[in-house]
Nanobody, 122 residues
């Protein structure tokens, strides 16, 4: 059974930093696109960052967030710096079951974590 488990969320003041982790089990995703999505209150789930051989970032987080992966640990990370109140959301880790990249839509991802809450206070 494939599982993605996020950790590292919490409450932080504006300007602060957090690091999210997503550990995968049940299969390897070393050659599969993995991504971070977020869903704020009354907002649609949207991609934040994605990584396979290269990385992709949404416009709102460019220059502040960095994603990386450790294939030996089957884990990806999201380093979030200069956090803003508008970054408050539930953050989800996701992975594609099939090959291919440069697809950042929710429907392209087959496996999802349970989500972790990130709250940024002003």
């Amino acid at each position: 059974q494939v599982q993605l488990v996020e950790s590292g969320g919490g409450l932080v003041q504006a300007g602060g930093s957090l690091r999210l982790s997503c550990a995968a089990s049940g299969r390897t995703f070393r050659s599969r696109m993995m991504a971070w999505f977020r869903q704020g209150p009354e907002k649609e789930r949207a991609v934040v960052a994605a990584i396979l051989w290269t990385t992709y970032y949404g416009d709102s987080v460019k220059g502040r967030f960095t994603t990386s992966r450790d294939n030996a640990k089957n884990t990806i990370y999201l380093h979030m710096n200069s956090l803003k109140p508008e970054d408050t959301a539930v953050y989800y880790c996701a992975a594609r079951g099939s090959s291919g990249d440069k697809n950042y839509s929710v429907s392209a991802y087959d496996y999802w974590g349970q989500g972790t809450q990130v709250t940024v206070s002003s």
